[in-house]
């Protein structure tokens, strides 16, 4: 650990000296062209699309970014040092998530709330992108998909079945197909993490003050009676079989086969998937799918995840703001973004987004996501949220070791540990 | 027996067979009752859902109606009055309750009233409703929600500028789902309206529809095959309505199907059969139920009447049983015998009467609980309930043991015949064991043993002793005789005459204490024995027991010691010639028993005793003898034991000394053992018991005469006796322990003014003897203190020496105060203890005047040639009646004495006595008359004296005892006389 840190140190002052040699705000060629720093994720950087926007960019307006990129796995530690020396870039790359907290958003970065392009946003994105207070931190530019319930539709038509659009109908859709032999939802028992943080997305989302108090260690999840709800549903679902007989002992790589085999009707998983891992030459293929929301007892009418976005956050202390504002509002141009995009499987940001390739499945699905999408928060939003505990918390309650409040506490013990706090603050 | 459980069984058979025709009747009975339960039901279920079907078709009829007057309300409608056409169709929707009014085109284009374009998903439904002019169709709209929609064809018309040629209502499929909806069969019933193909249009069920095609779904959610599927298909498709029970999704369903009426709709209810037959079955339970607490309560009855009888045969039985064996516990309270009844299994106690306590301190509860307890009481049987020997004993047989056992309170031993008997109660094996009390049986059996065995000892003890006997007089009466005739022969040799008179004397005196010996064990033996108590003094007794024993001690040359340990009383009351005998037969035995240079020891001490009245003695008779065998010890006291050996044989002894001695002893009250080895000696104990006479004024005595005394002895236990004897009587003494102390003491004492009143020195002491040191205090300090030697030796030879040497007075060893007291009062000036009398003089007899009676002529010859020889004249009566006469004739003061055999014939001597004493004669009361006689026991001497004799001699004639005692009664008479005034002739 010291060593890490002793070269994050090393690496942060040498990019220091970059980029005082580099005399912020003006490159050396042209001496009307202006420079802006922008700081991110080696890897991020270097995605197709956003080269295509920094190029075209630095080609239509003369102006050059000064590209300062970390590798994925000191990113954080270096960006943080930089920030904490003063070394604040002027556009500033990072996922909405629990370790934005560092970067204290509300001293460094813009709000872009007023800003042209904001309506072109699409909803998900969005609310992806601002903070609880409803302001926005940055200009979302990545590729998503969307996760929901995916189902076998050739099979549920030949069952005489069809989707269901409530929570009420969700249940008596699985209640059918159990009743014809079929493991209505595979759920890998290695897996369930990101499972669980779709239940959680419209609790947080929907409340945005939940996850303020929770990450002011002010409640725990057991406070929170949406959480039980999900617990309680989860529960009543393995118990009825509604998960398959086996499926403790179901892990990721069985979805695959459960799925082309028609052995098991739906499961809650992301688009890309389809294209990425399912396995090919089985009775079904990714044609044969399509997505409705998940149900899991959270959300009435279901919920659908958005991707992960990658932000462009301005800083509001830097001299070159307008600068910054300007090179977001480029990017944030249908002609830039589309151009940029172009070819790229996935999910729209923009309303406007027309390039990119989006599959059938959400397509088809366009109106219920439309209306039921939800940011992912749990996982990058709740403070010491982890996956891999909400997997064993849930092997706990289906192997009867837990009940459903002793779940919840073992989920709130093992957040409170990952965040560092020794017990729930007073009055929680 | 055997008929009894073929009645049994055959009972048990019958109820068997009862109770399965009742089982039977019973699923026969609820089967149809099922049945018909079921039939009803479906009935049932085809009325309401029949009622159902009957009003949708009346609402789609009404729909149609609607729609109808509702174009022709169209046709007539200005084009431009869409306000009149807006307010008619929203009060047409109040009144009928559709959601939506729409104006269709043939290019499936559709408005609302308000004149909304939007598009509706008829899907084939345009068609239909082109050929047919009327369709129902279910369509999605763009907010979700599901729609029935009614469509006909109007004549054209313009509305809004929209040219339509048919108009529809549309319903939520919620709201007719709704209508569909029936409260019966508890919710559980689905109802569905699906085209022919199981398309679903609508369905009831709560929160949504989740199903698309019913038929599908049946394909695959229920049990039914390709037949029953196309046979179902078959009815839709033909309007036939029908019921099927199937499976659908794992649950027992009816679906019953009914054709709505219209186009190719069919109306599906689908019900779980338990929901359709819920409340048949709910009666049905109920009569179960019903039906089943009635036989329950028949049951009970039944079993509740046979239980009361039960119970009553059962109290009757018990309390018979409790009668019985509280008779039996009662009865076996007064028996001794013990009764047990064991189960075989476990020998768990059934039984155990209650004398058990009694008899053998063991409380029958606890027996009760483990027979094992009965082990505790087990003498020497190690196993009580010898139980692999009970497994032994045949069924219906017995066995008997012979157990003693011990009683846990009182230690009592009984002995017990067990008696156990092998048999079989209430099917269970039983043993009935009886103990039997055989005590009273087993102590006759011993009593009667050990007669016999006393008894065969006895008679070989006799002809022991008589052979003994026969030997032991005949060696005596073999001297006597053969001395008798060497005497015969040499009469004219004086100096064999002496030796031959002496050595017949001696074995005289040997026959006849082997006579007194055999009288005094059968006088002892046959009770008639009783003791003279009277007041004696124990150092007198002591001292003259030493004055008889020493010079047989000395003879063998023993060193023979009394020894008095404590502060025993001096004068005791009791028998006190018992006692002697009984010292004297040990003492003697043990002079008999040790050989020359030998040591006996008699020690005294006094016992704790309870009573102030009483003093408790132990005499304890010790010698370095020869000792006896563990095997003689244990018949030491039966009469004629003696040991034989070597040395016994060589030993006189007539086997009745310690017979007597024991006899004496339990006579007393006291108790005598012996412990012995053989060549280590033995030692005799005895402890008795005495009364107490008045307390002594001797301690006064010494308080006035002396103060303080010095006392020498080299045995320190002496001085300490004498310490504890003399304390309370005021002396202070001073112990040394040799004769130069003593000196030194005296001498220093009498410096310092303190000297002492009184010395007392052991005359043997290492280094200066008492003689020596008391010449040394005399030389010292003169002649004024009173010296005395303290001595268990005969002094004779010394006396002399002694008392030159200044020695006042000796005293023989024990030391006792009222010895000490006698022999220093006349040195202080006291009187001293009367004296003893002193041995009659020979010649006193001289010149008296005897009456003898004597019936013996030998007798009388010997007695009168006795008296001659004594100087004394005599006149002889052959019996009692010649002797009264004789005194009655002479003269008072012609017969100084009467000597008076007992046993004479005509008059014995104690009638003769009597009648002397009676007479008139005046020398009746004063003469002395002495009984000469062979009785010579105690009570002889008191019968003497009671018949008013003064006297007792005992016979053969002992001329010492006679001058004693007559010397005695002559001068006591002779002071009579003198006090009378009577002048001695």
């Known amino acids: 650990m010291i060593r890490r840190r002793f070269s994050a140190l090393v690496l942060a002052l040498a990019a220091a000296l970059v980029l005082s040699a580099c005399g912020a705000g003006t490159p050396s060629g042209d001496p009307d062209a202006q420079v802006l720093t922008l700081m991110g994720k080696k890897s991020d950087l270097e995605k197709s699309y956003m080269t295509r926007v920094f190029e075209a960019y630095e080609t239509a307006t003369g102006n050059r970014l000064e590209i300062i990129s970390y590798e994925d ?67 979302p530019f990545w590729e998503s998909s969307v996760s929901g319930c995916y189902y076998n539709k050739t099979l549920l038509d030949s069952l005489g079945l069809k989707p269901a659009t409530t929570q009420k109908e969700f249940d008596m859709l699985c209640q059918a197909l159990a009743s014809t032999g079929y493991t209505p939802i595979c759920w890998p028992a290695d897996g369930c993490g990101w499972m669980v943080q779709f239940a959680m997305d419209p609790i947080f989302a929907d409340d945005p003050a939940l996850l303020e108090k929770l990450n002011h260690n002010e409640i725990t999840y057991a406070d929170i009676p949406q959480m039980t709800d999900m617990v309680r549903w ?108 172009d070819g790229i499987s996935t999910v729209s940001c923009f309303k406007g987004q027309t390039t990119n390739i989006q599959s059938k499945m959400v397509t088809d699905a366009h109106d219920s996501i439309e209306a039921n999408e939800r940011a992912s928060t749990a996982a990058s939003k709740i403070i010491g949220y982890s996956s891999g505990d909400a997997v064993a918390a849930m092997n706990g309650l289906f192997s009867g070791r837990m009940d459903i409040d002793g779940c919840l506490q073992y989920m709130d013990k093992c957040r409170m540990a990952n965040a560092g706090w020794d017990d729930p603050a007073p009055g929680a | 027996m055997m008929e009894k459980r073929s009645n049994k069984i055959l009972l048990s058979v019958l109820l068997c067979a009862v109770g399965l025709a009742v089982i039977f009747v019973g699923v026969v009975y609820f089967r149809f009752i099922s049945r018909r339960i079921f039939e009803d039901s479906t009935g049932h279920l085809e009325e309401i859902y029949g009622q159902v079907n009957r009003s949708f078709g009346d609402f789609i009829d009404r729909s149609w109606d609607l729609l109808d007057s509702s174009g022709d309300y169209l046709a007539l409608a200005a084009e431009e009055n869409a306000g009149a056409v807006e307010e008619y169709i929203a009060d047409k ?85 709704n209508s569909l909806n029936v409260d019966a069969f508890s919710g559980y019933a ?131 049983l409790r009668y019985r064996e509280l008779m039996f516990d009662m009865l076996s309270n007064n028996v001794d015998d013990i009764f047990i009844m064991l189960n075989t299994e476990d020998h768990g106690v059934d039984y155990i009467s209650p004398n058990i306590e009694r008899l053998l301190g063991i409380p029958a509860e606890e027996a009760r609980r483990d027979i094992r307890v009965m082990e505790k009481c087990a003498v020497d049987y190690d196993v009580v309930i010898p139980k692999g020997e009970l497994a032994a004993i045949p069924l219906n047989g017995n066995r008997y043991w012979e157990c003693e056992y011990m009683h846990q309170g009182t230690g009592e031993r009984r002995w017990y015949r067990m008696t156990v008997y092998h048999m079989r109660l209430q099917e269970m094996g039983r043993y009935v064991i009886v103990l039997s009390d055989r005590t009273q049986e087993r102590l006759n059996n011993q009593q009667l043993q050990q ?179 563990e095997e003689f010890q244990r018949h030491v006291f039966a009469p004629f034991s003696r040991e034989i050996s070597s040395v016994t044989n060589t030993i006189q002894g007539t086997g009745l000394g310690m017979a007597i001695t024991k006899n004496l002893v339990d006579l007393m009250g006291g108790v005598i053992w012996v ?135 000796f005293m023989p060893k024990p030391f006792f105060t009222s010895t000490f007291w006698n022999t220093i009062a006349p040195l202080f000036g006291a009187p001293a203890a009367p004296a003893p009398p002193e041995e009659a003089p020979a010649g006193q007899m001289a010149g008296h005047m005897f009456l003898v009676a004597e019936d013996n002529e030998l007798n009388a010859e010997i007695l009168t040639e006795m008296l001659h020889m004594e100087g004394a004249r005599c006149e002889l009566a052959e019996n009692g009646r010649q002797a009264v006469d004789m005194f009655l004739r002479s003269e008072p003061g012609t017969y100084d004495m009467i000597l008076m055999d007992v046993q004479m014939p005509v008059m014995n001597g104690y009638e003769a006595t009597r009648a002397i004493r009676a007479s008139g004669h005046p020398s009746a009361k004063t003469i002395p008359i002495v009984a000469m006689t062979a009785n010579t026991f105690a009570e002889d001497v008191r019968n003497a004296l009671d018949a008013g004799m003064d006297g007792h001699l005992g016979k053969p004639i002992d001329m010492d005892a006679v001058r004693e005692l007559v010397g005695k009664l002559l001068d006591e008479h002779a002071r009579e006389k003198e006090q009378r005034g009577e002048s001695q002739p």
């Not at chain 2, 599908?216 to 019921?243: F, H, I, K, P």
């Not at chain 2, 006035?704 to 002496?718: G, H, N, Y």
């Open chain 2, 451 to 629: 007669a016999l065995t006393a008894a065969q000892s006895a008679n070989e003890a006799k002809s022991n002793f008589l052979s003994n006997m026969s030997h032991d007089i005949r060696t005596p009466m073999n001297a006597i005789v053969g001395f008798a005739l060497l005497l015969e022969k040499n009469a004219d040799q004086p100096d064999r005459v002496r030796e031959y008179t002496r050595k017949i004397t001696a074995s005289s005196h040997h026959l006849l204490s082997l006579i007194n010996d055999v009288l005094d064990m059968s006088k002892i033996e046959s009770g008639k024995t009783s003791l003279n108590l009277d007041s004696f003094s124990l150092p007198q007794l002591l001292e003259e027991l030493k004055i008889i024993l020493l010079s047989q001690a000395k003879a063998k040359r023993q060193q023979l010691t009394v020894h008095v340990q404590g502060t025993p009383p001096e004068v005791i009351v009791g028998d006190k010639l018992r006692l002697n005998q009984i010292l004297i037969n040990l003492l003697s035995n043990a002079v008999k028993y040790t050989p020359e240079e030998g040591k006996i020891e008699l020690l005294v001490s006094e016992l704790p005793q309870a009573s102030p009245q009483y003093v408790k003695l132990r005499f304890v008779v010790r010698d370095n003898g020869i000792g006896m065998s």
């Open chain 2, 675 to 809: 412990e012995s080895q053989p060549g280590q000696g033995s030692t005799f104990t005895v402890e008795l018991s005495f009364a107490l006479p008045e307390k002594e004024e001797t301690v006064r005595l010494f308080q006035q005469k002396i103060s303080r005394m010095l006392v020498a002895d080299d045995e320190m236990d002496v001085c300490q006796g004498i310490m504890e004897m003399m304390h309370g009587s005021g002396v202070d003494i001073s112990c040394v322990t040799d004769g130069a102390a003593a000196v030194e003491a005296a001498v220093q004492a009498h410096r310092r003014g303190e000297g002492f009143q009184v010395i007392l020195l052991d005359w043997k002491m290492p280094g200066m003897d008492g003689v020596e040191a008391a010449r040394s205090i005399r030389r010292q300090i003169g002649s004024d203190v009173p010296i005395l030697v303290l001595t268990s030796y005969d002094w004779s030879d010394i006396e002399d020496e002694a008392r030159q040497a200044g020695i006042n007075a």
């Open chain 2, 93 to 177: 929707q109040g009144q009928w309750g559709f959601t939506s009014f729409y104006f269709l085109s043939h290019d499936q284009s559709c408005m609302t009233p308000d004149g909304t374009r939007l598009s509706l998903e008829l899907g084939d439904g345009w068609g239909t409703l082109a050929r047919e002019g009327s369709v129902m169709a279910g369509v999605t709209l763009s907010d979700g929600r599901d729609v029935t929609v009614f469509a006909v064809s109007v004549p054209t018309g313009r509305y809004r500028g929209f040219d339509y040629d048919a108009i529809a209502i549309g319903y939520t499929n919620a709201d007719l789902a």
């Open chain 1, 73 to 139: 796995n000191e990113y954080e530690a270096l960006a943080q040092a930089q920030f904490e020396q003063g070394h604040v870039p002027d556009v500033f790359l990072h996922f909405h998530n629990a370790d934005l907290a560092r970067f204290d958003t509300e001293e460094n970065f813009y709000y872009l709330n007023g800003e042209s392009w904001v309506d072109d946003l699409t909803d998900s994105a969005r609310a992806y992108c601002q903070d609880g207070e409803g302001n926005l931190l940055g200009l």
């Open chain 1, 234 to 341: 989860i529960a009543g679902a393995a118990e009825k079989g509604w998960f398959g007989s086996d499926h403790m002992a179901t892990g990721w790589d069985d979805i695959s086969p459960a799925l082309v085999s028609g052995k098991a009707v739906m499961t809650f998983i992301w688009d890309t998937w389809f294209y990425t891992d399912l396995e090919q030459g089985g009775q079904y293929s990714a044609e044969d799918f399509a997505l409705m929301p998940v149900f899991m007892g959270t959300a009435p009418s279901g919920t659908y995840e958005g991707g992960n976005l990658n932000m462009m956050m301005v800083n509001k202390n830097s001299d070159h703001l307008q600068l910054a504002l300007d090179f977001l509002s480029f990017c944030a141009a249908p002609e830039n973004y589309n151009a940029a995009f």
């Open chain 2, 190 to 320: 689905n109802c569905f309206v699906i085209r022919d193909d199981g398309a679903v249009l609508l369905s009831t069920q709560e929160g949504g529809n989740v199903f698309k095609n019913y038929l599908s779904y049946l394909d695959a959610a229920s049990d039914l095959d390709e037949e029953g599927l196309t046979g179902l298909r078959s009815d839709w498709q033909n309007g036939v309505s029908g019921l099927i029970q199937c499976q659908v999704g794992g649950v027992s369903c009816c679906i019953l199907y009914l054709p709505v009426g219209y186009q190719d709709y069919v109306m599906l209810s689908v019900v779980p059969q338990s929901a359709v037959s819920a409340g048949f079955l709910s009666v049905q339970k109920t009569t179960i139920i019903a039906l089943a607490v009635l036989f329950l309560l028949i049951g009970a009855t039944v079993f509740a009447v046979i239980l009361s009888r039960s119970k009553k045969r059962s109290l009757r039985d018990q309390t018979e």
